[in-house]
């Protein structure tokens, strides 16, 4: 097989990816992974993730990265630091193109990952893992007994504000109109939960704190009066963006467009799997992306063997 060749081309470096590239590593499958940055992806900037079975005690995103990409390396996964440029299916193959070459593989899995989308204000980068978070499922913990704001009016926002609620002394959902997106049923869940406190037709426009998040400065867009909120937790829930924009318009016709697949993670294009926070109806969990990867690496395995066996 020619160095350029691979039976599993993995493009992305985050959970999903290694979890699947431990999978066809055990295969015996060559498998190279595509990572523009470091592996490890969302969970980098998670201090303490404790929702993942086998730690009871947590675990940093950066060391559970550092054994995920060592369990994946011990298979034989190749890891390339290379950006992903273009994909380009020409019967069975596929053909990825980096900022260094090209490659070819029947098998791609898709697992770029998408990325929270910011507000954009002042304090919010300063204050990520330090109060400012676009997961509750894993820092709401994090919060008992605190006033947390949560900012967006759709399903995340409401079922993760819920979440939130087990914990927290108050949830502020603050949305910059006066109705939500979210379910019917997420919504009258939320309005009869005591803890949870609307502000509607508002917007967030400054985190404050010293060390860690103190407040926030809210702005009501109907008569532009501010107010300061004290709040030790920011959750910001404003729509993702997922990383597709190397596919042009395979898969996807628009920037943005999350990837629909099948129970498989296959996508529309045989022989193309998509997991993780690219995927349409993620769970966008450590855990879930993990076994998506784990899903797709078996689909792919079988797909190999009946490709292999027309041959
Ligand atoms: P979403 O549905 O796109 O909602 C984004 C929310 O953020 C909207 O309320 C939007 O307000 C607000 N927003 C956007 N940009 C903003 C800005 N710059 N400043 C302030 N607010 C802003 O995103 P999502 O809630 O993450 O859901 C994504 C997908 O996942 C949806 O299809 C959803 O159904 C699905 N999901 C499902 C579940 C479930 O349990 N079934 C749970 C989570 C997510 P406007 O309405 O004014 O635009």
Redesign the pocket.
């Known amino acids: 097989m020619s160095n350029n060749v691979y039976d599993i081309v993995i493009i992305g470096g985050g959970p999903a990816a290694l979890s699947a590239a431990v999978y066809t590593g055990r295969a015996e499958l060559k498998t190279v992974i595509f990572e523009k940055k470091v592996t490890g992806g969302q969970i980098l900037t998670s201090t303490l993730v404790d929702n993942y079975p086998g730690f009871p005690d947590g675990i940093s995103g950066a060391e559970l990265t550092e054994l995920m990409e060592k369990h994946a390396k011990k298979f034989g996964a190749e890891i390339k630091y290379e950006e992903v440029l273009g994909l380009k299916v020409e019967g069975d193959t596929k053909i990825v193109t980096t900022d260094s070459g090209m490659y070819n593989s029947p098998i791609i899995i898709l697992a770029s990952g998408a990325d929270p989308?910011k507000?954009?204000v002042p304090g919010e980068d300063e204050f990520v893992g330090r109060g400012v978070s676009y997961c509750g499922t894993c820092d709401g913990p994090f919060y008992k007994d605190k006033d947390v704001v949560v900012?967006?009016?759709?399903?995340?926002?409401i079922?993760?504000g819920l979440f939130i609620t087990k914990f927290a002394k108050a949830v502020h959902i603050v949305?910059?109109?006066a109705e939500?997106?979210?379910?019917k049923i997420?919504q009258d869940e939320a309005r009869s939960n005591p803890r949870v406190r609307f502000v509607w037709n508002s917007?967030i426009e400054e985190i404050s704190g010293r060390d860690m998040v103190e407040g926030v400065t809210i702005k009501n867009l109907l008569n532009n009066e501010r107010k300061d909120l004290p709040c030790q937790g920011v959750f910001i829930?404003?729509?993702?963006i997922p990383n597709t924009g190397f596919l042009g318009n395979l898969l996807c016709v628009d920037q943005g467009c999350h990837i629909e697949t099948d129970e498989n993670m296959e996508t529309a294009i045989k022989g193309i799997y998509a997991v993780g926070d690219i995927r349409k109806?993620s769970y966008r969990q450590l855990v879930t992306a993990a076994g998506e990867g784990a899903i797709a690496a078996m689909a792919a395995e079988r797909e190999l063997t009946k490709l292999h066996a027309q041959k």
């Open positions: 989308r507000l954009g900012v967006g009016g759709g399903d995340s926002a079922t993760e949305h910059r109109r939500l997106t979210a379910a997420f917007v829930f404003v729509g993702n109806n």
